[in-house]
């Protein structure tokens, strides 16, 4: 099992597996955040513990579904702009884009699943799961199937830190990684079950994509709301309602806590010469003494001292 504990969010952001995204922080942290990962040879469990209360929008690495599942705060968890509850997953495709708020700090766990092993599972129970549900994102209520998921997960766990040299066998792996796959669709994503499911919107997923497409592309640039809609092709009114829906907040919040980040990220890596005020003059930033509360508020540190830490490092 690997263990990583890391004071600041980067590092945890980088780590995350079968996924690639960003982390936006809603508030200052207020712990470590915390990162296991079980590699299962094609199924990996991955538990996480934020540090903050955050907004999260990624994309599924091409070869692999995620299953999400919250640990605490579950009555403050959105997926894709549907709120969870102590029964409710998320199910992400390969190559889709989602977006988990978490309002408070959380915990939560992840089953990354290899296409191949689900491709696999799918064609020898092509009678009993409706194939199609594979391609988009979902959110489903998986009734007593989460309770079920977590138990194995717990006693994969329990094994792995008592004796880890049971994982370790390839016919304990195999037999681990097939009980664990069985969960995931008998219990979670099985439609005969019961389930409901909500598909995330083909026009919310586009707007969503174009935005945050343009505000990656943009780099160092100062980006107002207008240029969202532009790039989206919608009104403000729309860019709105998704975001607060699918982000948790509107878009010039989002704006500016991810201007805050993208500053973070030019401080951490300035070149000899550069000065705070003139990397934030590259980003907009006019009310410097306000914006320094604010990022002090959220990162513990102030700006001029993220970049003495960069220049002694």
């Not at 389930?195 to 980006?223: F, M």
């Amino acid at each position: 099992m690997t263990k990583l504990v890391c004071p600041e969010f980067d590092e945890f952001e980088a780590a995350l597996y079968g996924v690639q995204g960003r982390y936006v922080l809603r508030s200052r942290p207020q712990r470590d955040w915390q990162l296991k990962v079980i590699d299962l040879n094609g199924v990996a469990i991955m538990m996480g513990r934020e540090g903050a209360s955050t907004a999260y929008s990624g994309i599924g690495m091409p070869d692999y579904f995620n299953v999400f599942v919250p640990l605490s705060a579950q009555q403050c968890t959105i997926v894709d702009g549907r709120a969870f509850d102590e029964r409710t997953v998320g199910w992400m495709a390969p190559d889709q884009m989602f977006h988990i708020v978490a309002e408070r700090a959380a915990s939560w766990l992840t089953v990354a699943i290899s296409a191949p092993l689900v491709l696999h599972w799918v064609h020898t129970h092509v009678d009993e799961f409706d194939a199609t549900l594979l391609a988009n994102n979902l959110v489903c209520t998986g009734r007593n199937g989460v309770p079920q998921l977590l138990a194995t997960i717990r006693r994969i766990l329990r094994v792995e830190r008592d004796d880890p040299d049971q994982l370790r066998h390839p016919a304990a792996t195999l037999t681990a990684r097939a009980e664990l796959i069985n969960l995931v669709f008998r219990a979670v994503l099985t439609v005969g079950d019961g389930a409901t499911h909500l598909r995330l919107n083909p026009r919310h997923r586009q707007i969503l994509s174009r935005a945050l497409g343009y505000l990656n592309r943009v780099g160092e640039t100062t980006v107002l709301v207008d240029d969202l809609c532009a790039a989206a092709d919608a009104s403000e009114r729309t860019v709105r309602n998704v975001f607060h829906r699918y982000l948790g907040m509107g878009p010039h919040r989002y704006l500016a806590l991810y201007r805050m980040h993208a500053i973070r990220a030019a401080l951490c890596n300035a070149m000899p010469g550069d000065t705070v005020s003139a990397i934030c003059g590259r980003f907009g930033v006019w009310d410097f003494g306000r914006f320094a509360a604010l990022y002090r508020a959220y990162f513990g540190v102030l700006p001029s001292q993220t970049l003495r830490r960069r220049r002694r490092g």
